[in-house]
């Protein structure tokens, strides 16, 4: 027959076993154990980045990137009378979808296989349900007293699909991205210096555009605005 001590000794080794006690443990070691469990600490998010912008210093027009392209296609917008849609290789994977404010100045013939330049880092934009990834530069005057004439700004013949232009004086371009350059309204700023020269030479503030093959001028239009 069991002693006292023995029937004491059992019934705490039945309560251990129920409350899931090492044997000889307190009560209440299993809530610290579980309770001294290390909780996983919660990964602070870092602050998002920034984009840096390219040489801030550098001349407006170098944050800009003209590019040598040729017309592959060309075809009548659907939705608008002024404005062609065009497929314009400029060296790349595929061809720009480009829409231009031409339909007045050109026919579809003039426009297919016309080597110019094209303003490759703008952001792309909406032109009347049609997705435009550019522009193409022209110089334009004004001929007996309202008449407007748009001429393309050319490259020189020798001059590769693709080559990005550079500006005589000027230091080598490091383009912005399209973001930029439309948060900054560099294209605006710009425009007031972008003229041809007396020779019909392309240039900014008298910087003249220029490649690997010679200067870009257009056909005829002397002191005329580029756009």
Request: proline share 7%; charged share 25%.
């Amino acid at each position: 027959m069991p002693t006292a001590l023995e029937l004491v000794d059992a019934a705490i080794a039945e309560s251990e076993g129920r409350l899931g006690l090492a044997p000889g443990a307190p009560i209440g070691a299993s809530k610290k154990q579980n309770n001294n469990k290390k909780q996983p600490k919660k990964q602070q998010q870092q602050p998002k980045k920034q984009a840096a912008t390219k040489n801030e210093n550098q001349p407006d027009i170098c944050k800009l990137e003209f590019k040598v392209g040729v017309i592959t296609k060309v075809w009548d917008h659907p939705n608008a009378d002024k404005l062609y849609c065009e497929e314009i290789n400029v060296g790349e994977d595929a061809p720009r979808q480009i829409a231009s404010g031409l339909r007045p100045h050109f026919t579809l013939e003039q426009m297919m296989g016309q080597r110019l330049l094209v303003v490759s880092n703008l952001k792309a934009k909406n032109l009347v349900k049609f997705k435009s990834h550019g522009m193409v530069l022209c110089a334009a005057a004004t001929v007996e007293g309202d008449k407007e004439i748009v001429e393309f700004v050319e490259p020189p013949e020798g001059a590769e699909i693709g080559e990005v232009v550079t500006f005589e004086g000027l230091p080598k371009p490091e383009p912005w991205s399209g973001a930029q350059v439309e948060k900054k309204k560099v294209f605006q700023a710009c425009m007031a210096g972008m003229k041809t020269t007396e020779e019909g030479l392309a240039a900014w503030n008298g910087h003249v555009f220029t490649t690997s093959a010679g200067p870009c001028k257009a056909k005829t239009i002397k002191n005329g605005a580029m756009r």
